[in-house]
């Protein structure tokens, strides 16, 4: 055996921190400016405390996310786009309208149908008098809240593709998304729980198409992959000690691994950084007590529960979920992106069949859960800093899917999605679709842009923010993106 | 999209099991000797890194097996193993026992293992795509034959027929038979070049044009990927066809209309005809990626190998050998490259030569920070998701094929399903890209949640059942021996005095004697000792 090396003070401060955890361990070596050139250059906090809160690259408005994701391709005319001149449309040939018009734009080139109006009745909303479909009465009052994208478009007319074009600026699996370059950006503020939290649909219709892929961390570190919390039984896999085990039990086998660790790098110096980067027992032990309190819905007052729609079978499961998604940002977590719907077809937004009973069904299930979360956010003084997006992967086309109920199908040329809160300006539009909202015609919107100016309004520099991979430097955006100005408060 | 199965798929099928026509060799290879290289690259290593200060000591014997298996076999050595290893008075024990473990089943599978996952591990391909286990056993099957890595290569990139039957297939099915996802991959694994940049943009920062990119794209031009029906239940699997004619084409960039045909042409200024059917490209490409010539291949995988075993490469990345990068220890590299094509690609030879190299012999050193120099030695690396579950079969001592323990995969991994039950369990948890460095390798709350709180740990580190445990105490061992017995087991080697001295006052401290030692041996596989290769 070789005899110890003589303690550096390094290891002196392993020995002396028994009461700090691990993280905590190489919070303070971080802190002491103990971790050489990485460290210095920035490198060394992110190898070893990849979650700790990080300052942006300028003041950002928002500090937080909440993406509730519109899956499955929820048809803008039929939403938030008003287009009157579909009703002169109505039963007339897209081709008249657009010579250029191509069977394969939709999913199912053989039940092309004539343009149709919408079969909602769409009336003013708000101070700014927003024309909104009749399927949000809820969301109609947040109007002035509210900044539109009318002309968002996007490179497939696929699900899967399209669902990672949006979740991470490229159509194909394999690259980090929104939540995980943002938590890779910021850093989280909880210390307790996942700094990326993602909800799908609890009511057994699946998870998006692409499943895990929508929310994992592509090539960045696995820390920033997003954590899904199951629909169902224990949202977080192992999250409970085994049963009879206390929590000073385990408490007290953690020290003890700790305990053994640090004798073991009195040893050899310099595995204080390998035990910090792939160990992460502090922050689970802590979770395991901190995410079931964020959880725990009953700790929540009548009127706040019946304000986001606890309770109505409408839509209890999704009122649930933006009500955890409160409480998780409340307490520090970074990004959190809920699903409305699960897989394709009826199990979602993506109504190709009835389009009229499949959005009037999905609207119902979320109209008054986000309504409801952006009330509740404005009255804790939270709406300011939080940005909340609502959008889908595409958009639908203005003309019906044929079939016994009318359906509309997959439109990559147009979409509409909504921000607000941290940084918006409210009670604006951005862009234009055409006349009857077959393609983004004014002002177009990439989805690399849109992802600009994400990023923008948390303080981040969409050119700025980027990671080695392979041997080239990547971004969310590409080599592409411009932040919308207009739509920034 | 489905076709029928014909005759010369069949055989052409045959073929590529049977093993494709070696190399065209003018001379038998030559095998030069393991210990010589060893020694001549000990020699270099030092001369490159300029070694002033003492070296690190030799490691003991015991952290050597512990190393050695676990690098060459995926497994931690058994107790009785160990013993006998550091009883063994035998001088020439330690060359012994890695051709031992070179031979052994577990040598085969550990490394067939690692290549799956390097080839696959980007795909979302599902079963119908990806025939995981037929490719998987392939894998091992060629490691456990000791086929030259240029025959594997080879085979992979002229594979055709049906990808249920013809397991090499699966290398470009899983790709969906997409040329730009297959050259991209090609280029990276075996050449450590990054053409893909170049797919759509000529930066200066990148060596390879974009032209470059695509007239490599072109040498699968005509490889199709056909489905076939489904037959007698087996799913609706996926064939690679020799497309009749045709060329790849690449968009203008002046007019994105516009699309110019490509003719396949390697890297180096090699072409073959535009008219050249599809087998025809893909044969002279393999003889051009495998060409004793060729000056990536060789030290592609030798950068990749030596990465694996020492936990630093020669290139900071093993997908990255592009001109703009400088390699630390230039001649070593160089060396070992030179005389691993003399030997014809012999794996097996490389494996033998590094482990008995001084600089894997000696004690472990920490990771140098980035750009540093590295070290004249090993450093640790979190050790591969299979290597962890074989870990944890070896000390928990459970059947993987227990169904009574729950097996829930993390709901945040991939979406589609390799392994089935525990072992899928832990590979989802602890699932990361072989090809990345040690360093970018992190830990997260899922693999932290298992191993703290996961039926299959807490089952098999208690004191009642079948556990390894219970039987120590109803044998009537003291608690001394017994925390020895856990350290051998857990973590290969003897505790030292004061980790002894720890224990004891923990036991002490906890007083319930049982619980004590569940809670030591529960802290002992949650270590981070105990994930790390040392």
Not at chain 1, 78 to 99: M, V
Not at chain 2, 123 to 152: K, M
């Amino acid at each position: 055996m070789t005899p110890p090396n003589v303690y550096t003070r390094r290891e002196l401060l392993g020995r002396a921190g028994c009461g700090l955890g691990l993280l905590g361990l190489a919070c303070l070596l971080h802190e002491e400016g103990m971790l050489g050139t990485a460290a210095a250059a920035g490198l060394g906090s992110r190898a070893l405390e990849p979650m700790a809160p990080r300052q942006p690259h300028f003041p950002g408005r928002a500090k937080r996310v909440v993406w509730i994701f519109i899956n499955g391709g929820p048809s803008h005319v039929d939403t938030w786009d008003y287009k009157p001149a579909l009703a002169r449309w109505d039963g007339k040939s897209i081709r008249e309208f657009d010579p250029t018009f191509k069977n394969t734009t939709g999913f199912f080139a053989k039940q092309v149908g004539a343009l149709m109006k919408s079969p909602f009745r769409f009336t003013p909303r708000g101070r700014s008098g927003k024309m909104v479909s009749e399927i949000f009465p809820h969301l109609g009052e947040h109007v002035d809240k509210m900044a539109f994208i009318h002309s968002g478009y996007t490179e497939s007319n696929n699900h899967s593709p399209a669902l990672f074009m949006m979740n991470t600026g490229f159509p194909r699996m394999g690259f980090p998304c929104v939540g995980s370059w943002v938590t890779y950006g910021l850093g989280s503020e909880s210390r307790n729980l996942p700094g990326f939290v993602v909800m799908s649909d609890p009511k057994g219709r699946g998870l998006p198409k692409g499943h895990a892929a929508n929310w994992g961390a592509g090539f960045l570190p696995g820390v920033y992959q997003g954590t899904h919390l199951r629909p169902t039984g224990q949202p977080i896999d192992n999250l409970v000690r085994p049963a009879g085990e206390t929590d000073a039990a385990q408490r007290s086998q953690l020290d003890l691994v700790k305990r053994l660790n640090e004798l073991h790098q009195e040893r050899y110096a310099g595995e204080a950084e390998l035990t910090a980067r792939i160990e992460s027992f502090e922050l689970a032990y802590r979770m395991q007590a901190a995410a079931p309190e964020a959880m725990d819905l009953a700790a929540e007052p009548a009127h706040v529960q019946k304000l986001y729609g606890l309770g109505d079978p409408a839509c209890d499961h999704f009122a649930r979920q933006c009500l955890i998604a409160r409480r998780l940002l409340e307490r520090g977590v970074r990004f959190v992106q809920i699903y409305s719907g699960g897989m394709e077809n009826q199990r979602s937004w993506d109504g190709h069949i009835d389009i009229k009973g499949n959005h009037t069904q999905f609207a119902g299930e979320t109209d008054r859960p986000v309504a409801g979360l952006l009330t509740d956010l404005e009255r804790r003084g939270l709406l300011d800093e939080t940005l909340v997006i609502w959008g889908g992967e595409f958009g639908r086309l203005p003309i019906a899917q044929t079939g016994a109920k009318p359906g509309r199908d997959h439109n990559p040329h147009c979409f509409t999605a909504w921000l607000a809160g941290g940084g918006v300006k409210g009670g604006v539009r951005y862009g234009e679709s055409d006349e009857v909202g077959y393609k983004a015609a004014v002002n177009k919107v990439h989805i690399n842009d849109l992802h600009a100016t994400i990023l923008h309004l948390l303080g981040l520099d969409h050119k700025r923010l980027t990671y080695r991979y392979n041997g080239r430097e990547f971004r969310l955006t590409d080599v592409a993106g411009e932040v919308i100005h207009e739509i920034l408060a | 999209m489905s076709a029928p199965r014909t005759g010369i798929q069949l055989a052409a099928c045959l073929l590529c099991l049977s093993g494709v026509p070696a190399l065209p060799a003018a001379e038998p290879p030559r095998r030069p000797a393991e210990e010589d290289v060893a020694r001549r690259v000990d020699a270099a290593l030092l001369r490159s890194l300029g070694v002033h200060e003492p070296l690190p000591p030799p490691v003991d014997d015991v952290t050597f097996l512990r190393r050695v298996s676990l690098d060459l076999t995926g497994k931690l050595p058994r107790p009785d193993e160990l013993r006998q290893f550091a009883a063994d008075k035998d001088p020439g024990k330690r060359l012994k026992q890695i051709d031992r473990l070179l031979t052994s089943e577990d040598y085969a599978v550990n490394w067939g293992r690692y290549w799956r996952d390097v080839l696959t591990y980007h795909t979302p391909a599902s079963g119908n795509y990806l025939r995981w286990e037929l490719f998987n056993s392939w894998l091992v099957d060629q490691v456990r034959r000791n086929r030259s890595w240029g025959e594997i290569v080879t085979a992979l990139v002229t594979a055709v027929g049906v990808n249920d039957e013809c397991a090499p297939v699966n290398y470009l099915t899983a790709q969906f038979g997409n040329p730009v996802e297959i050259a991209a991959t090609t280029s990276r694994v075996f050449l450590g070049q990054q053409l893909q940049c170049a797919q759509c943009h000529d930066a200066k920062a990148e060596p390879w044009k974009r032209e470059q990119f695509h007239e490599f794209v072109a040498f699968f031009g005509r490889a199709k990927l056909v489905q076939h029906k489904d037959v007698s239940g087996r799913g609706t699997p996926y064939a690679i066809e020799g497309r009749e004619n045709g060329q790849y084409q690449m968009t203008d960039k002046k007019d994105p209309s516009h699309l110019i045909d490509m003719r396949p042409r390697f890297l180096t200024g090699e072409a073959v005809s535009p008219e050249a059917p599809d087998a025809e490209r893909r044969a002279a490409l393999a003889r051009l990626l495998t060409s004793p010539q060729n000056p990536w291949f060789a030290r592609a995988y030798v950068n990749r190998m030596w990465t694996a075993l020492m936990g630093w490469g020669f290139y900071a990345s093993v997908n990255d050998l592009g001109p703009h990068q400088t390699p630390q220890c230039r001649e070593v590299l160089d060396l070992l490259a030179a005389e691993w094509t003399a030997t014809g690609y012999d794996m097996r030879w490389l494996f033998r030569t590094l482990t008995l190299t001084q600089a894997y012999q000696r004690a472990l050193r920490p990771q140098p920070a980035a750009s540093a120099a590295p070290p004249p030695a090993v450093c640790p690396s979190r050790l591969r998701p299979e290597q962890i579950f074989e870990a944890l079969v070896r000390t928990l001592g459970f059947d993987e094929r227990d169904k009574s323990i729950p097996a829930p995969a993390p709901s945040a991994s991939p979406a589609v399903a390799r392994h089935t039950g525990l072992r899928h369990m832990v590979y989802m948890a602890f699932r990361v890209d072989p090809s990345l460095p040690a360093e970018e390798v992190h830990g997260t709350i899922p693999q932290a949640l298992l191993m703290m709180n996961s039926v299959l740990v807490n089952t098999y580190v208690a004191a009642r059942g079948k556990t390894y445990l219970a039987d120590a105490l109803a044998q009537g061992r003291s608690d001394e021996e017994i925390v020895r017995g856990l350290y051998e087991r857990t973590l290969a080697r003897k505790p030292r005095a004061e980790e002894l001295d720890l224990c004891r006052r923990y036991l002490a401290k906890v007083g319930n004697r049982q619980e004590a030692l569940e809670d030591v041996f529960w802290s002992l596989v949650n270590s981070t000792e105990f994930v790390t290769k040392r």
